[in-house]
């Protein structure tokens, strides 16, 4: 409201005055109701759990609470308590069918506290939380995630081994009413009868067997009943970039390509992407664990970027992800910084060689010189061309070799990898290769092949670096080998920059280790050290600075510090560092191995060297 006090003679000064209401703020409502919800299911499951907590202090107020209801008490709180634990992260992210399912669910906790316990505390309780809910309905407008039927088998085997768990508690929390002295065997098969409506081994004395068998029967009925929504509930494809959407993208990155290096990147075909509205700028991201992750700078021209931007947080704001960008330069962070008003921190630094700078002379480039001598003194060669040069036959044998070195079970790269090689759509793209005949025959299935480095184009002068791949059996230092290689062939590509790897907080690294670093900064590079032993940090870094590059900053937007653990791990995950996964005899299918990823700094010749 607006208040005119009356000044001096030549007027009044208006002030404006802010009325202050009880009661929370509609943002923080899904915050509020979410941790209402889950506080009522950890007391509920608490309450149908352990018999003495019904009876303690603590059940005058678990008897106000959803879910404690009549004769079933103990199985109607553990399937309240469970149901609300699941509807809590939903409603805190403001989820449209959490919302939908809450509302349903507090009335009817509400009636049955007034029907069968005469609890008009208990049914305010529930119907205070409904009415918030009800009231601030616009907060809870959030679509759903991505889904697929992998969700029905992951709820399966999650929710019954929880259920299983819970199970041998419940079987256990009554020891002076058993009968005899069951064992774990006993006990466990009495759990696997009672998830499924079978009385089991284990007696008690009165009437707990019936509260047993109700709360274990109430807990396999869950089980089902979730895994069998999550089964047949429609089906959400994982993230996949359409022909036509390629076709943009290229378009796009004809004209502009050559302003980020890892432009090329967008062309992953497990990635989506939202235009500016003119179509002249576009962002690529994947959605993880909540996370809108896009990596890179836009794509296209940089008047249009605002646009592209603002459809990406529309999409973000619409399902409440989280946004966030994963490597971006620095004129990349200026604009998503000013356009959305979030943060930027920088992540590390990319390593630039420019080739009309580069020479193996000199005592800086003494060990790389020497090793690149010593291995092509045994025997080694060197091809360096782009994949339409290649022939059909000797490009599947790269293919598979490639695929066939690969370090680990599951692809790595997200950010600064293409996903593929070879393929149909990408003639443009280059590959390093070293060969050396067997002393005895090309006994082996890629005959003379003995790494594989693949760079793609950045611009119409650069190219940057997809992955590197070599046979355990070759000498070290391949890497090495064909980075040269690729760089003194660059002149007759038409090549002037090549983009190598990424060093993540190389600054650090690099001050740290200099005289007169303060403490602070030399705990952090030995905390950086001790990192390395599981993610190369350090060595990456010094496998970089051996060809002398020039450093190119690059930053993680994201909205609050909150959410940097957040996207830590969603970023964990897209790089394939995290591959949460149900044991591999639980697969629908086997593992496809393919070649198409950036490997882990732990793959890399950098360690041998």
């Known amino acids: 409201m607006s208040v005119t006090l009356d000044g001096d003679k030549s007027g009044s000064v208006p002030v404006r005055v802010r009325a202050f209401v009880r009661g929370p703020r509609p943002e923080a409502v899904p915050a509020l109701v979410g941790t209402a919800c889950t506080a009522v299911g950890l007391i509920d499951v608490a309450a149908g759990v352990f018999p003495r907590f019904r009876h303690s202090r603590v059940h005058s107020l678990a008897e106000v609470l959803p879910g404690a209801l009549g004769p079933f008490a103990a199985a109607l709180s553990l399937s309240a308590g469970v149901l609300l634990l699941l509807l ?41 939380l409904c009415y918030l809910l009800v009231r601030h309905r616009s907060e809870f407008a959030a679509l759903p995630d991505p889904r697929s039927r992998w969700r029905a088998l992951a709820n399966f085997v999650l929710l019954g081994a929880g259920s ?55 807990l396999g009925l869950l089980t089902a009943v979730t895994t069998i929504y ?32 890892l432009g090329h990147f967008a062309l992953r075909r497990d990635k989506a992407v939202v235009f500016s509205p003119s179509g002249k700028a ?109 022939g059909e036959t000797e490009l599947a044998r790269i293919r598979r070799a490639a695929a066939d070195w690969r370090g680990t079970d599951t692809e790595r790269g997200f950010s600064m990898a293409l996903g593929r090689i070879g393929d149909a759509s990408d003639q443009d793209c280059f590959v390093a290769t070293a060969h050396k005949a067997d002393e005895h025959g090309d006994s082996s299935p890629y005959g003379d092949l003995k790494a594989v480095l693949h760079f793609v184009p950045w611009g119409t002068d650069g190219m940057s670096l997809d992955l590197m791949r070599r046979d355990r059996s070759a000498d070290p230092g391949m890497n090495e080998l064909l980075i040269v290689a690729s760089l003194q062939a660059a002149p007759r590509l038409g090549i002037s920059r090549v983009s190598l790897n990424f060093a993540m907080f190389r600054s650090a690294l690099a001050r740290g ?49 909150r959410d940097l653990p957040r996207i830590s791990f969603a970023a964990m995950q897209a790089e394939g560092f995290v591959h949460l996964a149900l044991p591999r005899p639980l697969r629908l299918a086997p593992r496809r191995p393919c070649a198409h990823a950036r490997p882990r700094p732990g793959e890399q010749d950098a360690r041998t060297a």
């Open 88 to 128: 809590a992260h939903g409603l805190k992210r403001h989820k449209r069918r959490a919302w939908r399912a809450a509302v349903v669910l507090l009335p009817a906790g509400a009636l049955a506290q007034f029907t069968y316990r005469h609890s008009i505390l208990g049914a305010l309780v529930s119907l205070t």
């Open 164 to 218: 299983l768990g819970l199970g041998l508690v419940i079987v256990s929390a009554h020891p002076h009413r058993l009968v005899g002295s069951p064992s774990i065997a006993d006990r466990l098969q009495h759990v696997l009868y009672g998830l499924v409506g079978f009385e089991g081994p284990v007696d008690y004395a009165g009437d707990t067997s019936w509260t047993v068998g109700c709360s274990l029967g109430a």
């Open 230 to 261: 999550l089964a047949f509930r429609p089906e959400h494809p994982a993230a996949r970039l359409t022909e036509d959407d390629e076709a943009r993208l290229r378009a796009l990155l004809e004209r502009h390509g050559g302003r980020d290096s």
């Open 282 to 390: 576009a962002v690529c991201y994947r959605v993880v664990s909540g996370v809108m992750l896009a990596s890179g700078d836009p794509i296209g021209d940089v008047e249009a970027w605002p646009g592209a931007i603002e459809r990406f947080m529309d999409e973000a704001r619409a399902h409440s992800w989280a946004p966030a960008v994963m490597g971006c330069g620095e004129t990349g962070g200026e604009v998503w910084t000013r356009e959305t008003g979030l943060t930027a921190l920088e992540l590390g630094d990319e390593a630039v060689v420019d080739v009309a700078d580069f020479s193996l002379a000199g005592r800086a480039m003494r060990n790389v010189r020497q090793m690149v001598k010593r291995i092509e003194r045994n025997g080694y060669e060197t091809r360096v061309r782009r994949v339409a040069d290649i």
């Open 513 to 561: 280790e200099k005289l007169g670093a303060g403490p602070v900064l030399r705990v952090w590079r030995g905390l950086l050290i001790f990192l390395s032993r599981w993610f190369q940090i350090e060595s990456l870094y010094k496998f970089n600075a051996k060809f002398r590059p020039r450093w190119e900053p690059r930053f993680v937007v994201y909205r609050t510090a």
